[in-house]
T-cell receptor
Framework: KAGVTQTPRYLIKTRGQQVTLSCSPI?????VSWYQQTPGQGLQFLFE???????NKGNFPGRFSGRQFSNSRSEMNVSTLELGDSALYLC????????????FGPGTRLTVL | KNEVEQSPQNLTAQEGEFITINCSYS?????LHWLQQHPGGGIVSLFM???GKKKHGRLIATINIQEKHSSLHITASHPRDSAVYIC??????????FGTGTSLTVIP
């Protein structure tokens, strides 16, 4: 089976812009979770989608949003980018959710200038 | 306040040594995960535990639910084990919390 893929791998944006990141899960996985990794805060949970519904959400402002399509592919959107949004954004897919084994994608490295 | 605490933060070992990384958590959990991250960012799930002990090759993970503590052991460590090891928990409140990671370097 193909692994989790994320596009794009690298992205450079300026403050105030918005960005959309994409995640394609392993075939058959219905849960997609998103995480942010920064040197200062480490890994933090953003949200989880299951069967097109947001099931869980971490402690992030409303500028961070996402959605999941019927084929389980997921997108994450960040609006009004801030310098502090520069991070590695990882998605992970699983069969049933956070209590199942997570399969991580390679990540999207976002730099906000 | 960190829901997941890991120790040590950094660890250097000689090839062949037995290694232990510890993880304590303060929330109710449905599962505990041990993850491995290599330079460049890729994360691999090593174990998912809700009780007892699991073994995979030279890696062993244990969890004590009453004490809210888990350990990851690496037997006969090898330079290719050099990576960051991260403990994470799926909480009963449907959140996912990460430890800050343990950076392991195994010297030949």
């Amino acid at each position: 089976k193909a692994g989790v893929t994320q596009t794009p791998r690298y992205l450079i944006k300026t403050r105030g812009q918005q960005v959309t990141l994409s995640c394609s899960p392993i075939s058959g996985h219905r849960s997609v979770s998103w995480y942010q990794q920064t040197p200062g805060q480490g890994l933090q949970f953003l949200f989880e989608y299951f069967s097109e519904t947001q099931r869980n959400k971490g402690n992030f402002p409303g500028r961070f949003s996402g959605r999941q399509f019927s084929n389980s592919r997921s997108e994450m959107n960040v609006s009004t980018l801030e310098l502090g949004d520069s991070a590695l954004y990882l998605c992970a897919s699983s069969l049933g959710g956070n209590s199942d084994t997570q399969y991580f994608g390679p990540g999207t490295r976002l730099t906000v200038l | 306040k960190n829901e997941v605490e890991q120790s040590p933060q950094n660890l250097t070992a000689q090839e062949g040594e037995f290694i232990t990384i510890n993880c304590s958590y303060s929330v109710g959990i449905s599962a505990l995960h041990w993850l491995q991250q290599h330079p460049g960012g890729g994360i691999v799930s090593l174990f998912m535990l809700s009780s007892g002990k699991k073994k995979h090759g030279r890696l062993i993970a244990t969890i004590n639910i009453q004490e809210k503590h888990s350990s990851l052991h690496i037997t006969a460590s090898h330079p290719r084990d050099s990576a960051v090891y991260i403990c994470a928990v799926s909480s009963t409140g449907n959140q996912f919390y990460f430890g800050t990671g343990t950076s392991l370097t195994v010297i030949p």
